[in-house]
């Protein structure tokens, strides 16, 4: 394995995955604990959620200058095509696993989301035993994009797992407006999973 710098950058993706997914864990416990702070008027905000929001926007910023260096120094190698879009759809998918677990998102989504993803990799694994290739499509790349921002907003208006109503009268606005990047996103998701299918039909006869 060529352990060059944009690979290494996708294996530092992969491990920020893991610690987003143990510090999420320890949210729930962490409020309970009073490992917290307020903002306004007596809205509880965990610690552990700030530090999720961090290593999130870390690890997204990883998956962009991954794919800037390998093109830009020729540096695209197999061990990246494979691991890139797969430490991507682990990374957003577990996010997204525990906003449904928290209520910051409905579970459905989520399941359209992991479905899609699963549908497009069994195709891949198909093309492949037939050596052909499942270009990457520009939907595709802007599901990813639309994911990232949804879920970045999504940490900013949800101060913590089953948030009642804080935000007055005004918060089941803010929310409506917080899941606008996640439609998107699944409008995306759902057209690149079709045109995948769609552009292939002939080869998975």
């Known amino acids: 394995m060529n352990l060059n710098t944009p690979n290494k950058l996708i294996i530092l993706r992969f491990i920020l995955t893991l610690a987003i997914i143990l510090v999420l864990s320890f949210v729930p416990l962490s409020l309970r604990n009073d490992f917290s702070f307020t903002i306004g008027d007596g809205i ?3 610690w552990l959620n700030v530090i999720a929001l961090l290593l999130f926007i870390i690890a997204s910023s990883t998956d962009y ?3 800037y260096l390998a093109r830009k120094n020729d540096q695209i190698t197999d061990f990246g095509k494979f691991f890139d879009p797969l430490v ?4 957003i998918n577990s996010v997204l696993i525990f906003f449904a677990a928290f209520e910051y ?3 459905w989504i989520v399941v359209f989301f992991i479905i899609r ?3 497009v990799d ?4 198909n093309l492949s035993t037939k050596g052909k290739v499942l270009s990457a499509q520009k939907s595709g790349k802007w599901k990813t994009f639309f994911q990232i921002i949804g879920i970045i907003v999504l940490f900013l208006i949800h101060s913590q797992p089953n948030l009642d109503n804080y935000w007055g009268y005004n918060y089941n606005s803010y929310y409506a407006l917080s899941l606008i990047p996640i439609f998107i996103a699944l409008f995306f998701s759902l057209y690149s999973g079709f045109s995948y299918y769609y552009n292939n039909f002939k080869e998975i006869l």
């Open 44 to 46: 509880y905000v965990s």
């Open 65 to 67: 200058f991954d794919g």
């Open 88 to 91: 991507d759809k682990i990374m």
């Open 105 to 107: 998102i409905p579970i």
């Open 117 to 119: 993803d699963i549908m």
């Open 122 to 125: 069994g195709l891949r694994m």
